[in-house]
């Protein structure tokens, strides 16, 4: 049957080891993806969207803008035109940041089809529509057929994966076929995945840590102790865990890698760009030279409108991360926000 079928065609269980996993995104995770594939021995495809920086991997063998000092393979195929990279790709690992997201898909879905396996490698809401990134690839591609799905998570810094320090994630759907396929073909040195059933958990919990990260790296950047850094990270904890279970997904998964996995690496790791956004915010900067002078996204800022918007309609209590967005968004002091944390109505835990 056609791609434009509209039906998914059995989910092969046989390896793939012959066909090359195209990875979209040559950031520090994207580029870090594809060493980690490279080092497994698979045939790998990296697209990048500035030619320029093709060029210099290509020359050099580094990306020196989004992971500096980590070798690319010379296996590693770089290029910045999609139909090269995704030629005969059974495995499509998108990671690009979640505000490019719909517009890179769509981009590709011409070049798709509906034997191809795709994983989501970001960490993100889109903001218009309040959609998680696997939602974002079902919408964009249903009209032409229904894509099989699933994301990719955990406690991971691009620089550490690339040089191939022992790392523990997790690949998620609900179609149990699926995960197992992807764990078997995705796994490689040091490189260990899980497999988890509730995408939606693993969505939300990767995309909302990021607000929880800024709001400690605020508590720092005011000179404030580790207790209200242990506060914050703990009641945010909670705040995802309400929001996970009022999206449909499950508590409990946020107990794992992809929840309080990722919110501890990310709340106290030095490499976390959320952090340091968060630190720079309580140290008294403006926002908006904070992100003009970053390279590299720091997901929690936008994120950060989606998720409060995804809480109201829901109905779902964040005060952390409206705290955070009013801080982001509406010129709030990062002080006076930590204070109304404080400050609200005593309650049971």
Known sequence: ?????????PLQLQPLMSFPIAIIGAGGWGTALAIT??????????????????ETILATRENPIYLPSARVPESVHVSNTMKEVLQGARIVIIAVPSHVYRPVVSQMMPLLDA???FVSAAKGIE????????????????????????????????????????????????????????????????????????????????????IIAIAAGVAEGLGLGSNPAAALITRGLAEIMRLVEACGGRRETLAGLAGL?????????????????????????????????????????????????????????????????????????????????????????
């Open 261 to 349: 996995g990722d919110l501890v690496l990310t709340c106290y790791g030095s490499l976390s760009r959320n952090h340091r956004v968060g630190i720079a915010l309580g140290q008294g900067k403006n926002i908006d030279e904070i992100v003009s002078n970053m390279r590299m996204v720091a997901e929690g800022v936008k994120t950060a409108k989606a998720t409060v918007a995804l809480a109201r309609k829901l109905e779902v209590e964040m005060p952390i991360a409206e705290k955070m967005y009013s801080v982001l968004y509406e010129g709030l002091n990062p002080r006076a926000a930590i204070d109304d944390l404080m400050d609200r109505n005593l309650r049971e835990e």
């Open 127 to 210: 903001n218009d529509t309040l959609m998680r990134m696997s939602e974002v690839v079902v919408d964009v591609l249903k009209p032409a057929f229904m894509p099989q799905v699933a994301a990719i998570s955990g406690p991971t810094f691009a620089p550490e994966v690339a040089r191939g320090e022992p790392t523990a994630l997790v690949v998620a759907s609900p179609d149990e076929r699926l995960r197992l396929f992807l764990q078997k073909e995705l796994s490689a040195p040091r490189f260990r995945l899980y497999t988890n059933s509730d995408l939606i958990g693993v969505e939300i919990g990767a995309a909302v840590k990021n």
């Open 1 to 9: 049957m056609s791609a434009h079928g509209g039906h998914r065609p």
């Open 37 to 54: 594939m490279a080092r497994a021995e698979r045939e790998v495809r990296l697209w990048a969207y500035e030619s320029y920086l093709v």
């Open 115 to 117: 034997e191809m396996h």
